[in-house]
């Protein structure tokens, strides 16, 4: 290849050339030299010539009205040596490829010295009379003397194919060929990518289409879905390379549509439906890498993602609706939903692992949720009670990192319930029970679950739900106030009327004096520091411990500790922390136990130490008791088994009437020291 010499810094109008007259000049003994150099240089002989003497031939031309002359005979002198000799060469040449790309390479050179020759004919003739440059000529008779040649056109465009369609068959071929002759053709466009269409993309493209749709018919008659996505994904990989490392980057686009046109589109739904091995089956399977597949080579597609998740759909309703119309009596709350969750948690390790956590997987799987849930009426209530169980046990225990894991997955259902209302009233309820009757909830776990709740329906959703948290906080400081100023031994909780599902108990009870001024002392305490509040005791709340002493046909009754309620703006409650158990301690006569009952209980049986019998109506009529919150104390306290009943009654039945007769049960046993009488309904509930 011959050097090419930069004269731009040392060329210029001569300094001295004397003003000769057109006449002296001799136009063509300086053309004669212009022509012999130019031709020279085409056939890579430029040595020895005198560059700088060659610019002054023809800025002379220029200068003296020559440079049509100059102009068209360096367009004639080009035209010839493509015409006769590169043609020729190229067309008889064994390795055409390697020939074209030679010639091309030669040609390139050539025009940039002839050029820097003719470089005052560019800024003044062709800028003058409005014709392409001397570099872009050169391009021009490329393009009109060997590219527009139907010989070459085919040839080229068929090497080209051919070389193709071995590397698709796996053989190796010259790739820099490939992309030299691309880049020529892009470069002859001058700007366009007609050249490079019209001899070879538009072919290429129609018979890519017609390979990749022999290619999938033949593998989607061979092979599994499974085994499909993988050598589709590597048909995608191995093409686009190809384009990018030889071909023009524009041709990828186009052939990316024909491929998801041919390699996906027209048969995705058979492979994603397959039964024996789609994406259901995959789902069941756990195949996670095999899913990420087919989500990465249906992605690419226009609906590629719309048939994947309709066929989640399905699965993830199959499997709920059969969950949530089970037979009431295999329906367990807290399994069921336990269920639900494992099944959203298994999709969304494949939303994560597979799908990319993908927006419109995680929108079909929040809306198969909803639609879930909405199927068992009783789902509100479920939820909850799958909550308070939780919360009730403090997660079993879990690590931190899994106690938030299972919030989410209960947010995530929450969420989804289209009747939160209904779930609110059930939570305040299983909230209420737990703040007042759980010696094991965790107020940093119910602050955590209610956040997280705020966070989804609002704040106005939780708000009572945040006022008897923040009342379980100021009772906690009330009584480390009270201890201070008291010696009686309790535990207070002081409630928000307005917060607490609660049917307020306005009735004036008849409390018994021998444990009247232990209420009275805290009355008189929290009244004093806060005069314009109401207290209301609410003794059907509440809960208490009592020695017990059963003496053959008697009971001596002994308060130990209480556990009572007061509403104003608030409610409160006494308790005290357990005994270790020992057993109920006896003699030939006595048996003693501490029981464990509400504060409605506790004053009901301190009306035994005075009687052995009371008729209900009396019992009423002594504490000035509603008859409703009366009946459920003495149901929970006679009318289970008889040896668990801490009162006998007469007639022995469940049904509870004014003139029913109730007294000591003699016969009451437990092996423990400790007996906890349920209630029959710990909280009055808001219906």
Same mark, same amino acid.
């Given at each position: 290849?011959?050097?090419?010499?930069? $004269?731009?810094?040392?060329? %210029?109008?001569?300094?001295?050339?004397?003003?000769?007259? #057109?006449?002296?000049?001799?136009?063509?003994?300086?053309?004669?030299?212009?022509?012999?150099?130019?031709?020279?240089?085409?056939?890579?002989?430029?040595?020895?010539?005198?560059?700088?003497?060659?610019?002054?031939?023809?800025?002379?031309?220029?200068?003296?009205?020559?440079?049509?002359?100059?102009?068209?005979?360096?367009?004639?002198?080009?035209?010839?040596?493509?015409?006769?000799? *590169?043609?020729?060469?190229?067309?008889?040449?064994? /390795?055409?490829?390697?020939?074209?790309? &030679?010639?091309?390479?030669?040609?390139?050179?050539?025009? *940039?010295?002839?050029?820097?020759?003719?470089?005052?004919?560019?800024?003044?003739?062709? &800028?003058?009379?409005?014709?392409?440059?001397?570099?872009?000529?050169?391009?021009?008779?490329?393009?009109?003397?060997?590219?527009?040649?139907?010989? *070459?056109?085919?040839?080229?465009?068929?090497?080209?194919?051919?070389?193709?369609?071995?590397?698709?068959?796996?053989?190796?071929?010259?790739?820099?060929?490939?992309?030299? *002759?691309?880049?020529?053709?892009?470069?002859? %466009?001058?700007?366009?990518?007609?050249?490079?269409?019209?001899?070879?993309?538009?072919?290429?493209?129609?018979?890519?289409?017609?390979?990749?749709?022999?290619?999938?018919?033949?593998?989607?008659?061979?092979?599994?879905?499974?085994?499909?996505?993988?050598?589709?994904?590597?048909?995608?990989?191995?093409?686009?390379?190809?384009?990018?490392?030889?071909?023009?980057?524009?041709?990828?686009?186009?052939?990316?549509?024909?491929?998801?046109?041919?390699?996906?589109?027209?048969?995705?739904?058979?492979?994603?439906?397959?039964?024996?091995?789609?994406?259901?089956?995959?789902?069941?399977?756990?195949?996670?890498?095999?899913?990420?597949?087919?989500?990465?080579?249906?992605?690419?597609?226009?609906?590629?993602?719309?048939?994947?998740?309709?066929?989640?759909?399905?699965?993830?309703?199959?499997?709920?609706?059969?969950?949530?119309?089970?037979?009431?009596?295999?329906?367990?709350?807290?399994?069921?939903?336990?269920?639900?969750?494992?099944?959203?948690?298994?999709?969304? +390790?494949?939303?994560?692992?597979?799908? /990319?956590?993908?927006?419109?997987?995680?929108?079909?799987?929040?809306?198969?949720?909803?639609?879930?849930?909405?199927?068992?009426?009783?789902?509100?209530?479920?939820?909850?009670?799958?909550?308070?169980?939780?919360?009730?046990?403090?997660?079993?225990?879990?690590?931190?990192?899994?106690?938030?894991?299972?919030?989410?997955? #209960?947010?995530?259902?929450?969420?989804?319930?289209?009747?939160?209302?209904?779930?609110?009233?059930?939570?305040?309820?299983?909230?209420?029970?737990?703040?007042?009757?759980?010696?094991?909830?965790?107020?940093?776990?119910?602050?955590?679950?209610?956040?997280?709740?705020?966070?989804?329906?609002?704040?106005?959703?939780?708000?009572?739900?945040?006022?008897?948290?923040?009342?379980?906080?100021?009772?906690?400081?009330?009584?480390?106030?009270?201890?201070?100023?008291?010696?009686?031994?309790?535990?207070?909780?002081?409630?928000?009327?307005?917060?607490?599902?609660?049917?307020?108990?306005?009735?004036?009870?008849?409390?018994?004096?021998?444990?009247?001024?232990?209420?009275?002392?805290?009355?008189?305490?929290?009244?004093?520091?806060?005069?314009?509040?109401? $207290?209301?005791?609410?003794? +059907?709340?509440?809960?208490?411990?009592?020695?017990?002493?059963?003496?053959?046909?008697?009971?001596?009754?002994?308060?130990?500790?209480?556990?009572?309620?007061?509403?104003?703006?608030? #409610?409160?409650?006494?308790?005290?922390?357990?005994?270790?158990?020992?057993?109920?301690?006896?003699?030939?006569?006595?048996?003693?136990?501490?029981?464990?009952?509400?504060?409605?209980?506790?004053?009901?049986?301190?009306?035994?130490?005075?009687?052995?019998?009371?008729?209900?109506?009396?019992?009423?009529?002594?504490?000035?008791?509603?008859?409703?919150?009366?009946?459920?104390?003495?149901?929970?306290?006679?009318?289970?088994?008889?040896?668990?009943?801490?009162?006998?009654?007469?007639?022995?039945?469940?049904?509870?009437?004014?003139?029913?007769?109730? %007294?000591?049960?003699? &016969?009451?046993?437990?092996?423990?020291?400790?007996?906890?009488?349920?209630?029959?309904?710990?909280?009055?509930?808001?219906?």
């Amino acid at each position: 290849m011959c050097p090419v010499m930069d $004269l731009r810094p040392v060329l %210029g109008v001569p300094a001295s050339c004397p003003r000769m007259a #057109v006449d002296v000049i001799n136009v063509n003994n300086l053309w004669e030299l212009l022509k012999n150099a130019i031709q020279k240089i085409q056939v890579q002989e430029s040595d020895g010539l005198s560059f700088e003497e060659l610019y002054r031939h023809a800025y002379t031309m220029v200068l003296h009205k020559q440079g049509e002359k100059l102009y068209k005979g360096v367009q004639e002198v080009i035209t010839e040596h493509l015409s006769s000799r *590169v043609l020729k060469d190229v067309l008889n040449a064994p /390795n055409f490829l390697q020939k074209m790309n &030679q010639a091309w390479a030669d040609h390139m050179d050539a025009m *940039v010295m002839t050029k820097d020759i003719v470089m005052y004919l560019d800024r003044v003739y062709i &800028q003058t009379n409005r014709v392409p440059g001397v570099y872009h000529l050169g391009l021009i008779l490329f393009r009109s003397c060997i590219l527009g040649n139907a010989c *070459v056109q085919d040839r080229l465009r068929q090497t080209l194919l051919d070389m193709i369609a071995l590397e698709r068959k796996g053989e190796v071929v010259d790739r820099n060929a490939i992309r030299s *002759v691309c880049q020529m053709m892009m470069t002859l %466009g001058q700007g366009s990518r007609s050249v490079y269409e019209e001899n070879f993309e538009e072919t290429f493209l129609d018979l890519s289409q017609h390979f990749f749709k022999m290619e999938n018919q033949r593998f989607i008659d061979e092979k599994s879905p499974i085994d499909f996505t993988k050598k589709m994904e590597a048909r995608f990989l191995e093409e686009t390379e190809r384009v990018r490392s030889c071909l023009d980057k524009s041709t990828e686009e186009p052939l990316v549509r024909i491929m998801e046109e041919e390699l996906i589109s027209k048969h995705m739904k058979n492979v994603v439906t397959a039964e024996s091995s789609g994406l259901i089956h995959m789902l069941q399977e756990n195949k996670t890498e095999d899913l990420a597949s087919m989500y990465k080579l249906f992605s690419r597609t226009q609906g590629g993602m719309n048939t994947m998740c309709e066929c989640l759909s399905t699965y993830l309703r199959d499997q709920g609706t059969a969950l949530m119309l089970k037979k009431p009596k295999n329906m367990n709350p807290v399994s069921l939903v336990q269920a639900l969750l494992n099944l959203t948690a298994h999709l969304d +390790h494949f939303l994560l692992e597979s799908f /990319n956590n993908d927006k419109e997987f995680k929108q079909t799987i929040t809306r198969d949720l909803e639609y879930l849930l909405s199927l068992n009426p009783r789902s509100p209530e479920f939820l909850s009670l799958f909550i308070d169980n939780k919360l009730r046990r403090r997660f079993h225990g879990l690590p931190e990192k899994e106690v938030e894991w299972n919030v989410a997955k #209960v947010i995530q259902l929450f969420r989804s319930l289209r009747d939160k209302d209904a779930f609110r009233r059930y939570y305040s309820q299983h909230v209420a029970n737990r703040l007042l009757y759980s010696r094991n909830f965790s107020q940093e776990y119910e602050m955590k679950m209610v956040s997280q709740m705020t966070a989804v329906a609002g704040a106005e959703f939780t708000v009572k739900l945040q006022g008897m948290l923040a009342d379980m906080s100021t009772s906690v400081t009330t009584m480390e106030e009270y201890s201070q100023a008291s010696s009686v031994e309790l535990t207070v909780k002081i409630l928000t009327n307005g917060y607490w599902p609660v049917e307020l108990d306005l009735n004036k009870y008849s409390i018994p004096s021998s444990i009247r001024h232990t209420f009275d002392s805290f009355r008189k305490f929290y009244l004093g520091k806060h005069p314009d509040r109401r $207290l209301i005791l609410q003794p +059907h709340m509440g809960m208490a411990e009592v020695n017990a002493t059963f003496q053959s046909s008697a009971e001596t009754v002994k308060t130990s500790s209480y556990t009572m309620s007061l509403f104003t703006v608030d #409610v409160l409650y006494f308790d005290e922390q357990e005994e270790e158990d020992a057993g109920g301690t006896q003699t030939s006569s006595t048996s003693r136990y501490i029981l464990q009952v509400s504060t409605l209980q506790m004053i009901v049986l301190i009306l035994f130490n005075k009687r052995e019998t009371w008729t209900f109506q009396e019992i009423q009529q002594k504490l000035n008791v509603r008859k409703a919150p009366l009946i459920s104390a003495l149901q929970s306290l006679a009318c289970g088994s008889r040896m668990h009943n801490v009162l006998s009654k007469e007639p022995k039945s469940k049904e509870i009437k004014k003139d029913h007769v109730f %007294g000591v049960n003699d &016969q009451f046993s437990s092996r423990r020291r400790k007996v906890k009488i349920s209630s029959v309904q710990n909280l009055p509930m808001f219906p």
